[in-house]
């Protein structure tokens, strides 16, 4: 049984931390990231299923509850929005018109962590990930191995592609090229056009990370995606990679990525934000240091590289940040005892 936590030690305990955080005065403690609080949710969506999904998390942290029940009950809102075209449920399908997820979970206390990729019929995919890394001595399992393991474990198998994103692959597929045999067809082209700006010419992509620190200071997170839009079938993205995608670490914090896989994969940024927490940065430092490792490497390779990742990190006293590389604005979403907010973050290059 989970022991309960009232509501009284937990807003002691957040006035400590945030007293003892505001006297260190360290940088990017106190005027962008607000001082620091466990219990503690995040989640870099920002859309009110976002929201429901911080204020879910948070009951099970104030029900006691462990980080990682807190991750997963969070996450699983998440998966299962059908109108969130970049998580689980109604994700974008694959090149071939099929959804495949990948998703990990990592506990911060055990070092222990589970993933899966390529995972395809199955709408909480950060669910079976858990699995994987409670029930089993494997890290990582992919495709229809996956799939087999998930139905095993009593997971239903069901249709993720929805209406809405069965309807925009077939559009994207016939406004992508002329010279293939895909529509639309002449006598219909001018009539499609009116229509063609409803076509992304880079089709979505998204994720979601959850990290959360319960009242016992252990720390946990979940990262989880349909991956790129339009993928190669088969490809893996950062998000089931651990150190890329999702690293956690119970003595110092725990960092997530979203935004294209590949930079971050090669990067192992999730594990270098981990890291440069504890040379002592703030989890906003240490994303806009992981950011600036990416674009020192790649642009001397090619001047116009840009990547867009945006990270989202927490440390070990409740201190949150993110950073995006540039376009978007940095957001993400937290839920601790002072309420819900949406703490803004900061632009790596502006211009
Ligand atoms: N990181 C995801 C992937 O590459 C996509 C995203 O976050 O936009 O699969």
Partial sequence: MAKKISRRSFFNRSLGLSAG??????????????????????????????????????????DGGSAVDAIEKAANIIEVDP?????????????????????SIMDGKTYNAGAVACLENIKTPSSVARIVMERTDHVLLVGQDALRFAVKWGFKEENLL?????????????????TDDWGPPD????????????VPEVPPHGTTNVLAIDGDGNI???????????????????????????????????????????????????????????DGRSPEDA??????????????INPNFFPSEK???????????????KGRTPRMSIRHSGGYSIHTGTVAFPD
């Fill in 21 to 62: 955080a505001l006297l260190t005065g360290r940088k990017g403690l106190s005027l962008t990231a607000g001082p620091g609080r466990i219990p503690l949710i995040v989640t870099s969506h920002t859309n009110d299923t976002g929201k429901k999904a911080m204020e879910a998390g948070w009951k099970v942290l104030l």
């Fill in 287 to 300: 994303c806009l240091d992981a950011m600036r490792m990416i674009i020192d490497r790649y642009k001397k």
């Fill in 220 to 278: 946990a997170g979940i990262t989880t995606t349909s991956g790129l839009g339009n993928k190669i079938s088969g490809r893996v993205g950062d998000s089931p990679i651990i150190g890329a995608g999702l690293y956690v670490d119970n003595e110092v914090g725990a960092a997530g990525a979203t935004g294209r896989g590949e930079d971050v994969i090669k990067s192992c940024a999730s594990y270098y934000i981990v890291l440069r927490m504890k």
């Fill in 162 to 178: 929805t209406e809405k994103t069965r309807i925009a692959w077939l559009r994207r597929k016939e406004m992508m090229s002329d």
């Fill in 187 to 198: 006598h219909l082209k001018d009539l499609e056009k009116k229509d063609a700006g409803n």
């Fill in 83 to 103: 109108e969130d075209t970049s998580v689980g449920y109604g994700g974008f399908p694959n090149e071939e018109g099929v959804v495949q997820l990948d998703a």
């Fill in 311 to 325: 990270f989202v990190a927490i440390n070990r006293k409740g201190e949150v940040g993110c950073a995006y590389m």
